[in-house]
Structures are given as C-alpha cells and as structure tokens.
C-alpha cells in the first residue's frame, strides 16, 4: 500500500480553488453542449475559460495526451478523445472529464450532459451513476473504510440493475492527477485504509447499462463497452474533513 499523502490547509485551499473553477467552467459551457457543435470545439472552449481563470490544464501531456478534457460519449466509457470528427448529435449522452490545477494543486471532475433529446434510458443510468456518488460521498468522515465506499456504490449501482465497470477505479489526488490509494466503485465494505482527516480523494463511479466489460480502442485511450451498450461516468473530488466530507468541485 503506498503511503497516502494528508494534506494541509494551505494545499486544500489551493485545491478548492481549482475545484470551484472548474465547477464554474462545466456550468458555464452546459449552453455549448449542443447538436452540431464537436467534441474538439468543446474541448477548446474549456481550455480557454481554464487558462482565463489561472487553471492549468493537467490533462494535457499527461502521459501521450494532447487534450484539456476527456468527452465521452453513450457507450464510451472514459477517456473519450476531443476530435473534429465527433459531432454532437440529439440524443447523446456527453460526459465531460476535466482535471485543472492551481498553483501544482489538482481537482478532478466529471459532468453529464444532454443533447437535445435523450431516452429515458440515458436519464435513468445517469441518476443512478449521481445518486451512487453522492450515497457514498455522505459516508465519508475519519475513521471509516475506503472499502465502505466501493461497496456503497456497488450496491446503489446493482440493485438498479447497472454493471459497475472494474478496469477503472477512482483515486487520490493532489499535486498528481492520481495519488494513493485506488478506490474501486465495488468491493467488500471493512477493509483498506482507514479515511483520516486531509485525504483528499477522486471518487468516481463507472457505470454500464449491460455487462461491465470494457475494451480500449486502437488509439490507446478511448474505452468503449464491450457490448456497446450505454455506460455513465460522474466524478468529484473531495477533502476528509475532521468531521465528514467537503466535496471541493460542487458550487
């Protein structure tokens, strides 16, 4: 088990900025998130209001990728790449992954949005992804489980009828996209590492309508179902406080 980093009041203050901001973003682009519009035009947007408000992009050479944000789209899981190609249509289920950083501080988020008119099914999926993140965001004070958190969203994802995708886990954050620990959305409640106040964590639910298999594309990023069936993906970060949770990229 790597060693997870507490953070102090001056790092989490760094990291509630960029969480607010970016909060801000992801609603001030909901209007562009449009029939017509692309996934690279989104992408652009973002970056520039990111840039405007002093947030640096940390997406953006995080291994091989050359993008501000990941734009998933129905069946694509995670890591959807920006491109000139994807067009939105009426009906697409838009999931917009944007990690910024202020001063070397990260926050890590994730949105859904609707595309004119979507089917019940997309509003369904993408209830039970919200209602799962937020069921196990309000367990979180000292002295629980991480575990306790991935057999939350488990259970909240199951028995809705949902698959829980095993490939990705959620994370902890800081000055590094992805810090100790790893938080699987399934699991059995009671083990892992006891939540302390100063954690801060990437909780992240993945959700598929069919079976939870997933398969990365030819271009190495792009994770599609395998049954190409719709999937929902929603994300925030979040402080252990001294007495529960302060969840830092909600407004």
């Not at 992801?26 to 449009?34: R, T, Y």
């Not at 999937?231 to 302060?246: I, L, S």
Request: charged content about 25%.
């Amino acid at each position: 088990m790597h060693h997870i980093q507490l953070k102090n009041k001056i790092a989490i203050e760094k990291m509630r900025t960029a969480g607010k901001r970016l909060a801000e973003i992801l609603e001030k682009i909901a209007p562009e998130v449009v029939a017509g519009k692309s996934t690279w035009e989104l992408d652009l947007l973002i970056e520039g209001y990111m840039r405007s408000s002093g947030l640096k992009p940390s997406c953006k050479g995080y291994g091989t990728y050359k993008h501000a944000t990941c734009i998933s789209l129905n069946e694509v899981v995670v890591h959807g790449i920006p491109s000139k190609d994807t067009i939105l249509k009426s009906g697409d289920f838009v999931k917009i992954d944007v990690v910024g950083s202020f001063e070397n501080y990260c926050a890590d988020l994730t949105r859904y949005f609707f595309v004119g008119v979507v089917d019940e099914r997309v509003r369904r999926i993408a209830q039970v992804a919200q209602t799962a993140l937020d069921k196990a965001i309000s367990l979180i004070r000292p002295g629980i489980n991480l575990s306790d958190l991935s057999a939350c969203i488990q259970q909240e994802v199951e028995q809705a009828g949902f698959g829980v995708v095993r490939h990705f886990s959620g994370h902890g954050i800081g000055k590094s996209i992805h810090e100790a620990p790893e938080i699987p959305n399934y699991g059995k409640p009671g083990s892992g590492p006891v939540l302390r106040e100063g954690m801060t964590l990437a909780i992240e639910p993945m959700i598929t309508e069919g079976s939870y298999e997933v398969e990365i594309m030819p271009d190495g990023w792009t994770a599609k179902t395998r049954d190409r069936k719709l999937a929902a993906h929603v994300e925030d970060t979040v402080v252990v406080t001294r007495d529960g949770v302060e969840i830092l990229t909600r407004l």
